[in-house]
């Protein structure tokens, strides 16, 4: 009797591990997966450069400014602050994880990091250079002329290859090994009650429709401002700006949930900085539901859940410019 008793326990423990696994195979989202650079030089050189203030005309910013590794990928204030001062006109997106957005930019003007990593450098309002500037810069220190050849086989500097080595660098930002990920991959214990009622109610309301994949986002376009209008003073459209479509109008590439607690403010406008009105917002005019206090405390649990080990990056110590190097014109 005891001999049966013991071999049903084990059946049942067995079945209930084959049931979790494939619940957690079937989930809406993925766990992230670390990244091996598979070129090491040009990964390095990109990490150079995404720090180097040099690629803008103060010679003050760096694409770190704006999307810092210390603090979530981002800048945590509602626009971010360009050349001379100027105010952007939009919330910078977080660069951990960007590589898996179907494209780049809050409407999606750039197809892919490398596209996107050349705008800023040449954006009146944001490093306020020019291509040919900043590749100049570049190319007038020896020792970056010998990580190019190093990292492309010749040690031309070009805004291709400057571009593809940000991007290079950029794709290795990636957030794996969150408590939601250690949950999906079968750790029962990873996850407290009210972060799993969150989950679960964050697939039942619909949220899993926009937010889905590995980045929790990021894989489509979506109005913001289903049900209702979102009030804001942000003239940004959207992508109506890349489209010329009115029916683009406040479309916007859905935001990776990633790290979130760590990349308020939130939205496009920066204008709200908790994370529990952002879900009281976003139930309301996405899905027409008034969620109460427990079930956003309960989303929010869940939210937090998603916050994956940073980037352990060691600060690149960068050449130094020389007599023949051009000068930053910081006012």
């Avoid at 049931?19 to 989202?29: G, L, M, Q, R, W």
């Avoid at 070009?158 to 930002?173: H, P, Q, Y």
Wanted: with cysteine.
């Amino acid at each position: 009797m005891m001999i049966r008793t013991l071999m049903a326990s084990l059946l049942l423990i067995s079945t209930l591990a084959v049931s979790f696994t494939v619940s957690a195979s079937n989930e809406p989202i993925q766990p992230i997966k670390a990244v091996t650079p598979k070129e090491p030089a040009l990964v390095e050189l990109g990490k150079m450069l995404f720090f180097d203030p040099r690629l803008s005309k103060s010679g003050w910013i760096s694409c770190n400014s704006c999307h810092n590794l210390s603090m979530g990928g981002t800048d945590n204030i509602p626009t971010s602050i360009g050349h001379a001062w100027q105010q952007g006109p939009i919330n910078a997106p977080t660069v951990l994880n960007s590589s898996m957005n179907l494209a780049q930019f809050w409407d999606g003007r750039a197809k892919d990091l490398k596209e996107q990593a050349g705008g800023p450098i040449a954006n009146p309002g944001e490093m306020a250079s020019t291509h040919e500037l900043a590749v100049s810069v570049l190319n007038s220190i020896p020792q970056y002329r010998a990580k190019f050849e190093k990292a492309f086989g010749s040690d031309k500097v070009d805004i291709d290859r400057v571009t593809t080595a940000i991007a290079a660098f950029e794709e290795t930002l990636v957030t794996p090994g969150s408590r939601f990920d250690k949950w999906l991959e079968g750790d029962n214990n990873a996850l407290n009650k009210q972060e799993l009622d969150g989950y679960k109610l964050f697939k039942s309301s619909g949220c899993t429709g926009c937010h889905n994949g590995p980045a929790v986002g990021g894989a489509l376009y979506q109005k913001f401002g289903v049900h209702h209008q979102y009030k804001t003073d942000s003239k940004i459209e959207g992508r109506k700006a890349v489209t010329g479509k009115d029916t683009d109008l406040n479309v916007f590439k859905v935001p990776t949930l990633r790290n979130i607690e760590l990349t308020y403010p939130y939205f496009h406008d920066g204008a709200v900085w908790t994370l529990e009105e952002a879900v009281k917002i976003m139930g309301k005019l996405q899905l027409d539901r008034d969620f109460n206090k427990k079930e956003i405390d309960s989303i929010v649990a869940f939210l937090k859940t998603l916050t994956g080990e940073q980037p352990d990056i060691q600060l690149p110590i960068l050449p130094p410019s020389n007599n023949d190097t051009p000068r930053p014109q910081p006012f």
